[in-house]
């Protein structure tokens, strides 16, 4: 090969390289959310004859809640760029300036992505694991979807007034549904100790 084709070989692999991470980099960086809504996935792309895939190639990432049936949850379609053993690694929801919707994973059951080739069948699922699963971390700062403070009652009583302590927990105890109230004990009744002694025999 000569030299002039190495160095555009090289050129070409710098620009696909270049364009595949600013593709991946299309999703809005939001400084307020802690969780970036991406999943990290790599995989390998062969054709029916198990011969790796070069080149620019159309792929179509799919998430399921079943292993093997089902409609998809989420699908996009993006151009990958493999090796030339047909390894290949891409950012799930960068096609999309939101990234991966985060109600997908709030149920908190399984998910399993499939991997289609344009004019190939899926690839058989794969189940995903641990890390995508911290997309659910983002909902951690809340009760149900709500923020901790939709759940306070009442604003403290000022301080000095016992009166409003006392209602203030009367109110409480007449509010909670969380404890059963206390069953009334019968009252023991234990009888006097006599003073008297027997006398010695």
Known sequence: ?????????????????????????????????????????SGTLTDANGKPLTGTVAVTFSLYSEQTLGAALWMETQNVQPDIHGHYTVMLGSTSSTGLPSDIFVAGQAHW?????????????????????????????????????????????????????????????????????MPKLPELKIPPKSTTTQASR
């Open 1 to 41: 090969m000569s030299r002039a084709h190495l160095s555009s070989a090289v050129l070409v692999l710098l620009l696909c390289s270049l364009l595949s991470v600013a593709q991946q980099q299309t999703v809005s960086t939001n400084p307020n959310v802690a969780v970036p809504p991406l999943i990290n996935f």
């Open 113 to 181: 992505l499939g991997v289609r080739t344009e004019g190939e069948v899926e690839q058989p699922r794969v189940l995903l694991v641990s890390a995508p699963y911290a997309l659910k971390a983002g909902d951690a700062e809340t009760i149900g979807g709500l923020p901790p403070s939709a759940f306070v009652l009442a604003a403290p009583p000022t301080a000095g007034s016992a009166d409003n302590a006392s209602s203030a927990s009367t109110a409480a105890a007449n509010n909670s549904t969380s404890l059963p109230p």
